[in-house]
C-alpha cells in the first residue's frame, strides 16, 4: 500500500515524465479548460472517468458521488451541472454507473450502512419504482438491473432540472447520456438513453427500460 510520501514521489516523477515527453503541457494546461464532455460518476475508486474513456486533464468536468446520483435538492451536483453547462458549454453529459456498485447493492437488498442510507433512499426509490420488473428476473440480474435502472433515472433527473429545460429552450446543443461501466471487463456500456431535447425524454425512457428488460430476461 503507498504512503502519503508515496503518493507525492509518484505525482513528482508523472510531471516530469509529461514535461518530458509533452513539452510545454503545463503551461497548456493553465489556459482555460474547454471540455466537450461531463462526467456524473459514482465515488468508486475502481471507476476513474479520464483513464476510463481516454480523456486527458482539462478534457472532460467530473462530478462524483455514491452510486451516481442526481436529485433536485443537491446544490452540489446541480451547481456543477450548470457550471459545466451554462459556462464551459459541454456539449455532452454522461450519467454512468457501475456494477457492483455498493450503494446499488444496498439499496437492493435494503442493508444498512449508517448515515448514507439517507442518500440510498434515492436508489431504492427506484428500486421500488421498478419492483414488478425486477422480481421478474432471475436474482443473480437483479444487481446489474437496478444499476442500470438507476442510470437511466438519473438521465431523467438531469433532463427535467431548470439548468437542462433553460438551455434546451435556448436552443442550446447539448445531449445526456446513460451509461454503465463494467469493473470486470473494463467496457463502457451505452444504456440507449441518450437525450437532447425535452420532447424526447419519455419515448427515449420507455425504450431503454425495455432494453434493460432484454438484456436482463
Not at 510520501?5 to 479548460?33: C, I, S, V, Y
Not at 474547454?34 to 472517468?49: L, Y
Amino acid at each position: 500500500m503507498s504512503s502519503l510520501q508515496d503518493l507525492f514521489t509518484h505525482n513528482r516523477a508523472w510531471a516530469a515524465q509529461m514535461e518530458r515527453e509533452r513539452p510545454g503541457f503545463f503551461t497548456a494546461l493553465t489556459k482555460q479548460q474547454k471540455p466537450k464532455f461531463m462526467w456524473i460518476g459514482c465515488s468508486d475508486s475502481r471507476v476513474p472517468a479520464n483513464q476510463i474513456t481516454g480523456l486527458e486533464p482539462g478534457e472532460v468536468f467530473v462530478h462524483r458521488n455514491v452510486a451516481n446520483i442526481v436529485v433536485h435538492s443537491d446544490l452540489n451536483a446541480l451547481s456543477a451541472i450548470q457550471f459545466a453547462v451554462e459556462m464551459l458549454k459541454v456539449e455532452h453529459i454522461m450519467v454512468v454507473g457501475h456494477y457492483g456498485c455498493g450503494g446499488v447493492m444496498a439499496a437492493l437488498h435494503g442493508e444498512r450502512i449508517g448515515l448514507a442510507d439517507n442518500w440510498i433512499r434515492h436508489i431504492q426509490d427506484v428500486r421500488d419504482r421498478h419492483r414488478g420488473l425486477l422480481e421478474n428476473m432471475a436474482p443473480d440480474k437483479r444487481a446489474d438491473a437496478l444499476v442500470d435502472l438507476n442510470v437511466i433515472e438519473q438521465v431523467v433527473n438531469v433532463c427535467v432540472s431548470t439548468v437542462m429545460v433553460d438551455a434546451w429552450a435556448k436552443g442550446q446543443k447539448v445531449s445526456i447520456h446513460g451509461w454503465a461501466f463494467g469493473v470486470h471487463d473494463g467496457l463502457l456500456q451505452d444504456l440507449q438513453m441518450s437525450v437532447a431535447s425535452t420532447d424526447s425524454i419519455e419515448p427515449l425512457y420507455r425504450a431503454a427500460i425495455q432494453g434493460v428488460i432484454a438484456a436482463r430476461t
